[in-house]
Structures are given as C-alpha cells and as structure tokens.
C-alpha cells in the first residue's frame, strides 16, 4: 500500500496512494467542490457510496463518472466542473 | 454485443449479507454470481483499500468467500431485474444474468434530512465520511463536526479520530433516555456493549452529546462552521469537515422492480428469507436495519433456502439478532425538530436546486415532480425522497428501471436480449 500514483486534476498533477478513489484524491488536493450544480453552486460528495451523484466529475473524457466509486489509476486525468474556466 | 450468463444462484450486493448467501450457496455446491457495483467486495463495513486495517473476522469471511467458488463480478450494477434474470451494466458492456433464484442483498443508505448549509462542499453523510476514509481520505489535522443519529456515530468518530483527526463534537439528536434505553437493550449482545465501550474511548476528547443536532453549516467556497443546538441553547462550532445523517433507508428499489412486497419501507420476508415473489430471497440492510451479525445471519439463510436447503437450524439465532432491528428503530427515530430545520431558500432536492419554499405540502410526490422536477435528477430521488416522505408526509415514489444510469446503447442491447 505504499505505493504511490501520479494523477492530474485539473491540470495540476498530484501522487497519491494506491488504492484511493478519485474522491478521496480530490478533497485531499484541497478541491472540495467537485461540480457547480444547476443553478452554479460548488457541491461534493456526500454519501460516500454511488448514491447522491454530487461527486461527479470528468474522468479522462468520460463526464458524469461519480468520483466515489472511481479508484485512482496512474496517469488519471480528473477534471472537475468547479475550475475556472 | 450483450454477455449472457447462466447460474444456479444470482446475489446482488457483496457486502456482509451478500457475501454470506454467496458462500453458504457455494459451498453447498450451486453455482454462484455475486455481482456488485462498487470496485472492491465488502460493502458498506468491510470495503476497504487496504485489507489488512480489517478486523480479523472480517477478513476471514472475505477469505472464505473466495475459496468457496463463487464468482464475484465488480463494478457491475444490476440497472433491472425480473423473476430469474438481472440486467447489468458493467465497464466491459451489458451483462444478462439468467440464474434459478436471487438473492437480494442490496443493504442501505444513509437518510439526509436538510438543514440550512447542507449542500456546502465538506458536508458528508457519517457513513460517507467512513466510507471516504476508507477509500484513503486524509483526516489528520482535520477539525471534524459528527452529527445526526444511530448506531454509527461513534465508529466514525473513533475512525476519524484514529487517522489523526480533531474530532470536536458528536452529537446524538435523541434524548439521553432513549440511548440508555438502546444501550439497556444490548444485554443480550455484551460484543457490541464492548464495542461501544471501545468507540467511546477511542474517540476520546471528542464531546459526546445527546439531545444535540446541527442547527445551520455556514461557509463561503465549503463549510467553516456548525451552529448545534439542543432546541434552547446554540453552540457554535468552527470545522473541517461536517459528517451528519440521521440514521438508514433500505435500499428496495432493486426489490420493488421485481414487484416486492415493501413494508415499513423495506423488503418483507418470511422466516426463510423469501420476498414475496417465488425465487426472490432477500437479507442483509434492504430487509431493514439491524447491523452487521444480523446481514451475515440473514445472509446465510438466503443463501441456503435459495438452492432448496434447510435453515430451521439458523432461526433462533437470527431472531435474537433480529430484536435490533426494532431496537434500532425505536431509539433512534428523528425528532420533529430534525424535520422542520430546512427554510424556504433551503436546497431539498440537489440534483435539480428545488427549494423548500418551491414546494407545497398539500402537493404529493408526483406532483412535485411535475411542478419543479424535484425527484427527477440524476438521483432519482433516493436522496430527497426519504426526506419528504418523513418532513412532509409524500410517499416516496419507486425508482424506475434502469436503477442508475446506463449508456442507452447497453440498455437498447440488454432489453434487445430480453425473450
Ligand atoms: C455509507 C455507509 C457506511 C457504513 N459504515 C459502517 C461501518 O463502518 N460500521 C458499521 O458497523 N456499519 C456501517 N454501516 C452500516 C452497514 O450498512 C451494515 O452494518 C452492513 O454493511 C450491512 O450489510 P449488507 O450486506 O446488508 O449491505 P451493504 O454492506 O450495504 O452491501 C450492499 C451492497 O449492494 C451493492 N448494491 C446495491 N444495489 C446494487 C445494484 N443495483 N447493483 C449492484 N450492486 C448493488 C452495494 O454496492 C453494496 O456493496 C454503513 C452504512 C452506510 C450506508
Ligand atoms: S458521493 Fe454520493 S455518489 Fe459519490
């Protein structure tokens, strides 16, 4: 488990440890919010578990994938709705 | 292209109850499939990145769940289901499971009643932040605000506080009695009366209170602080992170497309585990909340009676563990004050930005729907659902198929199979 990854979020490339998933990834980069809802609020995750949806973000292309149930692999490119454009 | 797989058992869910019905089944020697949406087996309590943080037991049922044969298929979601088949949706393309019986296992989720600030980023569910923890969440140095109800406040708090976090307040919304009156009733399980002992001392320096709930979470970009209150005094409280729900639903969305009976909102069955529906056996959380011992129990027995076993022999002790359900129940209920804390600029439903104030009580669920959408995102209402139906009286609505959302050319390729 000491294995460390490299994944980009937003651009900004960041290790973490095998074995995270893509959410736990994104709130320890300091990225609480993970997509604007649709009236442009920052949300993220809340149920932890594939339920609520507020964890979605952009997975190497793919929209919609929900970050909680993603585990980091190397070379992700993660890309959240809440970066400035 | 669509997969089609033929099996004596098809069990839907690889947690505690799953993962008990798969291994009895295989063991007995029916040919069996597992399949679950999540990466790893183990759901909501044994789903961890790293195996060996898991409690002996724990590992030890993972163990023998796979030296017993049966096949576990990961990040595969059951988006429908009819007597003897599964329609799955899995990373590989669509997946259609024909199998002699199923075994519902589909556990719970967390039930969030809406307060003002909830939707802030860094506001969890209790079992979300573990399950965050889990996945690798950094907490350490974290100030951490633990609230709502049930069973699982503590074990959180004593995780979080065991990866280095600040845990600075957990607060039980109901009265001090009727935690007595749960902890009273645990006389005849003294494992999880030490449990509880070990959570509370592991969480040390974190205030425990009763009769406590979070009133508002205010932040700019994410939470900062929690306003607590007992109903006569607030307590303000700046933080980190905010872990707060109010207890479990059942998952029976999976139960009620293949026409279930539901009864106090979870999956009825009888003494051998079987829905109402012939072949249809259900266990675990999605039969109602009762904790770990009483999914393996159930799990067990489901698995069995599915390939035409005796399970006489299980009954008394899954009785006994059963009386938690009721216990669970009875203790924890939310008080009237934890269903009137949303105002009217309060978000209830968060996928479509439905306000309290957009909705009318005299209004039912359906009506809501048509009025604001509330209901209609990508949820599905699993979210917000719960929350009406106990805040204003609606029903929740079922969820229709597909149960979580497929590519329309893997749903096309699956209901293209279905003769
Ligand atoms: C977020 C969360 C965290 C929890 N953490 C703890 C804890 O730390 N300690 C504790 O004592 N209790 C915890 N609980 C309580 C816990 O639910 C039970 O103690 C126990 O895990 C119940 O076992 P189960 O087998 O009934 O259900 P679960 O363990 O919930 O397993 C159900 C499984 O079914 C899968 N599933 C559901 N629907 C589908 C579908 N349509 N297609 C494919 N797969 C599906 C899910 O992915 C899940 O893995 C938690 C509950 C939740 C909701
Ligand atoms: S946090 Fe709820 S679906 Fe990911």
């Known amino acids: 488990m000491s294995d460390r990854i490299e994944i980009a979020i937003d651009g900004r490339v960041c290790t973490v440890a095998a074995g995270t998933s893509v959410a736990a990834a994104l709130l320890d980069a300091g990225q609480p919010a993970f997509r604007a809802s649709v009236q442009g609020e920052p949300r993220g995750p809340l149920c932890g578990m594939g339920i609520c949806f507020e964890c979605r973000v952009t997975i190497n292309g793919v929209p919609h994938r929900r970050a909680c149930m993603v585990t980091c692999e190397h070379g992700m490119s993660i890309a959240t709705g809440a970066a400035p454009a | ?419």
Request: aromatic share 4%; hydrophobic share 50%; charged share 20%.
């Open chain 2, 1 to 419: 292209m669509t997969d089609r797989r033929e099996v004596g058992l098809a069990v839907v869910g690889a947690g505690p109850a799953g993962l008990a019905a798969a291994t009895a089944a295989a063991e007995a020697g029916a040919a069996v499939v597992v399949v679950d949406q999540a990466s790893h087996a183990g759901g909501q309590i044994w789903r961890h990145r790293d195996r060996n943080a898991l409690p002996e037991a724990a590992r030890a049922r993972l163990a023998r769940f796979e030296a017993s044969g049966a096949e576990h298929l990961s990040g595969a979601a059951v988006v429908d289901a009819a007597p003897g088949r599964l329609s799955v949706v899995t990373d590989r393309g669509p997946l259609l499971i024909d199998a002699h019986a199923i075994v519902l296992a589909t556990g719970a989720r967390e039930l969030f009643l809406p307060f003002p600030g909830w939707t802030l980023p860094n506001v969890l569910g209790v079992g979300g932040l573990q399950a965050l923890i889990k996945s690798g969440l950094n907490v350490a140095g974290k100030r951490v605000v633990i609230a709502g109800s049930g069973p699982l406040l503590l074990p959180v708090a004593a995780t979080a506080a065991g990866h280095g976090a600040e845990v600075v307040a957990v607060c039980e919304q109901a009265p001090l009695a009727r935690v007595a009156a749960f902890a009273a009733g645990l006389w005849r399980a003294p494992a999880k009366l030490a449990d509880a002992a070990r959570y509370r001392r592991a969480a040390r320096g974190a205030r425990f209170r009763t009769g406590w709930w979070i009133a508002r979470a205010e932040g700019s970009a994410a939470v900062e602080r929690v306003t607590l209150t007992d109903g006569r005094r607030e307590w303000r409280v700046p933080c980190d992170l905010v872990a707060a729900a109010a207890g479990l639903v059942p998952n029976v969305e999976l139960g009620a497309a293949l026409g279930c009976r539901i009864a106090d909102g979870a999956l009825a069955v009888d003494r051998d585990q079987r829905t109402s529906v012939p072949a249809v056996f259900a266990a675990g959380e999605c039969t109602g909340v009762g904790g770990e011992d009483l999914a393996i129990l159930e799990g067990e027995m489901a698995g069995l009676a599915a390939i035409g076993r005796p399970v006489g022999a299980l009954h008394a002790a899954r009785d006994r563990a059963g009386a938690m359900v009721a216990l669970i129940a009875r203790a924890f209920a939310p008080r009237a004050e934890l269903l009137r804390r949303a105002d009217a600029d309060t978000v209830v439903c968060r996928c479509e930005d439905v306000r309290m104030g957009q909705l009318d009580p005299a209004w039912g669920a359906r009506q809501a729907k048509l009025a604001t959408r509330a209901g209609m995102g990508a949820c599905q209402g699993r979210v917000c659902g719960a929350a009406l139906e106990r805040m204003v009286g609606w029903p929740a609505g079922t969820v229709r198929p597909p149960l979580s959302p497929a590519r329309v050319s893997d749903l096309a390729a699956l209901s293209g199979n279905g003769g």
